[in-house]
């Protein structure tokens, strides 16, 4: 459990000790440059790979008809993520990192293993369907998991519960299934070149059908479920290591059986697609999608809960908490800024709402004694955050509360009790610490 000092500790200024030089490799350019250049190198391969199985122009017409659903899924995930918003970096790494590494990695390890089986057992028939239902999805849903263990590891403060292990996982499938759906639908173009069919009755408008049309969610709800995994590891406090061990490893067996109990569906006669389609996919995306809308809709219980213990510190205004923990109030809290001030306005009112949900989440985690070594400092970087921004953002929450929901009251009651003084809380022992108070 993470303990809080009797009164708020600064972070440590450099004169209070010698400064440690970290190593070139620990260098944050160093870092980037390295995987900018392995996403970048892995993209030019991957882009090779694909252009010289489909052709020039069969990779032009798979890349046209392969994009069609990537900005709708990426919307959706990104809709989902709109309570605490995480960093468009980590978006953009988790695309890249599915359509670039994941699906090189994909490529070279499916092909090795389908013809080393091949070889071994002098059945190519076989080793193909092996290929799909047993190597194919222990090989991607472990390449798609690894831009999810990177972004846990390495990007801590953005993950933080399972909304942001569902859209991290989610992006990286949508990018994955992007070069995989290029490669399959250039392929399909090719042959219909050699084969002279056309229209409805071609390859390619069948490969479109079934992965295009019926099936778009299927890469993001397998590796969803890695990204489960991930995320109600990061509600576990960091003392129950065989927890937080456990719950990504067994989130990715349930990835890798559901993806191969759907590779497998062509094996299981002339109806099997459709039935496996019906009778499991589609529930199974109903039900993921229930769970994602429900846990969106708990994070805002959570701001409406956490935040007044700010409101008696003098931190955060009386409507806020209500507002903030509302969407549509947030929304019109961003329109109100820019109407009356621009663009830069609303800017500042969203980076305030993202900072205040971030710490009704960094409360939660204390008061459960989840939260780690560094809550203090994190704590204080939050509200230093929130108080720059509160010009512009508490008259445009303020006007939101009252629109949205004029009858309701904001706040009543005292808060929740918590292990630690709030800063600044007026009737505390340390009242006076609370150096922004005018």
């Known amino acids: 459990m993470a303990t809080s000092p009797p009164f708020p500790m600064r972070p440590p200024s450099p004169g209070d000790g010698a400064l440690r030089h970290p190593h070139w490799w620990q260098r944050r350019w160093v870092r980037y440059g390295a995987l900018t250049s392995l996403l970048a190198l892995s993209g030019l391969v991957i882009l090779a790979l694909v252009r010289r199985q489909t052709g020039t122009e069969g990779f032009l017409v798979g890349l046209g008809l392969a994009v069609l659903p990537v900005p709708w899924l990426i919307a959706a995930f990104r809709w989902l993520d709109r309570v605490e918003p995480g960093p468009w970096r980590n978006l953009i790494f988790a695309f890249a990192w599915g359509a670039c590494a994941a699906a090189l990695i994909a490529i070279v390890a499916n092909s090795f293993a389908t013809k080393w089986i091949a070889t071994s057992t002098a059945d190519p028939a076989g080793a193909d369907t092996l290929g799909a239902t047993v190597i194919a999805p222990i090989v991607e849903e472990s390449a798609k998991a690894a831009a999810v263990l ?37 392929t399909a173009f090719g042959t ?16 479109f059908f079934v992965r295009i049309v019926m099936s778009p969610f299927a ?20 003392r129950q290591h065989v927890r ?18 759907w590779n497998g569906s062509a094996t299981f006669g002339e109806y099997g697609f459709f039935a496996v389609y019906a009778a499991f996919m589609v529930p199974a995306f109903a039900l993921l999608t229930w769970l994602a809308v429900w846990t969106r809709q708990r994070e805002l219980r959570i701001v409406r809960a956490e935040l007044p213990a700010y409101v008696l510190a003098g931190w955060l205004g009386p409507a806020e908490p209500s507002a903030l923990g509302s969407m549509r109030a947030r929304r019109m809290a961003r329109d109100y800024a820019r109407h009356h001030h621009g663009r830069p306005a609303a800017r500042q009112v969203a980076r305030y709402e993202a900072c ?39 008259p445009a929450l303020e006007y939101a509360a009252r629109t949205a929901a004029p009858a309701r009251p904001v706040y009543a009651g005292p808060p929740p009790a918590a292990p630690w003084p709030a800063y600044g809380h007026p009737t505390g022992p340390y009242a006076r610490y609370n150096q922004y108070r005018s």
């Open 150 to 186: 990177l972004v846990f590891l390495f990007r801590r403060r953005d993950f933080t519960g399972i909304v942001d292990g569902v859209v991290i996982a989610g992006v990286t499938a949508t990018g994955f299934a992007f070069t995989e759906n290029i490669l399959y639908l250039g």
């Open 356 to 394: 205040a949900t971030s710490l009704a989440f960094l409360r939660q985690r204390g008061r459960k004694g989840k939260a780690g070594a560094d809550f203090v400092v994190r704590e204080r970087e939050l509200l230093d955050e929130l108080w720059r921004h509160r010009g512009v953002a508490r």
């Open 192 to 207: 219909d070149q050699l084969t002279g069919d056309r229209g409805i009755a071609s390859v390619t408008a069948a490969t």
């Open 244 to 261: 937080r061990l456990l719950l990504p490893a067994g989130g990715l067996l349930l990835a890798m059986g559901m993806h191969a109990f």
């Open 219 to 238: 890469h993001p709800l397998f590796t969803v479920l890695t990204g489960i995994g991930f995320g109600v590891a990061a509600l576990s406090a960091e």
